[in-house]
């Protein structure tokens, strides 16, 4: 039972480029999230994904957007990169609109912005 | 606002040295206080998920409590392969984002 997939696992970006990073939900799953993480802090909320429509958002400029498809899986497009935007960025999944149970995260994508 | 503050930064032990780890929290209407564990460079391994006061959980040397203000994850007789940064989390009633604390950094010494 393949979990969480994310790719690319690490990419360097420069300032002022955009991003697009790829998730794909644990078998069963319906209900993707997408996660920042800086180093040395917790994960923060960007938004989440269910049905195809962004259902919540975190504290993140329109710079930061995203997409799922039909079969669930989901993109996160990030334009206009800062160095702030250097992170470890994570997909979770879960199923269902509302959280709760477990929510399982992937490995996550490493971006760095020169 | 949801608030985790999770103590202490960092902690080293020695292997069989049991500990606590403390997650004190903030928030109206708690619908869910989760654990994490997390290795350099990885993503989040679940391990609970508390949802009342006084439950509790276990999963071999870790086990996980929950009063209204905090939750601890207690550490029995650890292994140098327990080492990983344990992260806290909570959701409330009518949110679906979890808000994490920044994490205790766990060291074992063989």
């Known amino acids: 039972d393949a979990g969480v997939t994310q790719s690319p696992t690490h990419l360097i970006k420069t300032r002022g480029q955009q991003v697009t990073l790829r998730c794909s939900p644990k078998s069963g799953h319906d209900t993707v999230s997408w996660y920042q993480q800086a180093l040395g802090q917790g994960p923060q909320f960007i938004f989440q994904y269910y049905e195809e429509e962004e259902r919540q958002r975190g504290n993140f400029p329109d710079r930061f957007s995203g997409h799922q498809f039909p079969n669930y899986s989901s993109e996160l497009n990030v334009n206009a990169l800062l160095l702030g935007d250097s992170a470890l960025y994570l997909c979770?999944?879960?199923?269902?609109?509302?959280?709760?149970?477990?929510?399982?995260f992937g490995e996550g994508s490493r971006l760095t912005v020169l | 606002e949801d608030q985790v503050t999770q103590s202490p930064e960092a902690l080293r032990l020695q292997e069989g040295e049991s500990s606590s780890l403390n997650c004190s929290y903030t928030v109206s209407g708690l619908r869910g206080l989760f654990w994490y564990r997390q290795d350099p460079g990885k993503g989040p391994e679940f391990l609970f998920t508390?949802?009342?006061a006084g439950e509790e959980k276990e999963k071999e040397r870790l086990k996980a409590t929950l009063t209204k203000k905090e939750s601890f994850l207690h550490i029995t007789a650890p292994k140098p392969e327990d080492s990983a940064t344990y992260l806290c989390?909570?959701?409330?009633?009518?949110?679906?984002?979890?808000?994490f604390g920044t994490g205790t950094r766990l060291t074992i010494i063989p």
């Open positions: 979770a999944s879960s199923s269902g609109l509302v959280l709760t149970g477990e929510l399982f």
């Open positions: 508390l949802y009342s």
């Open positions: 989390a909570l959701t409330h009633f009518g949110n679906e984002k979890l808000t």
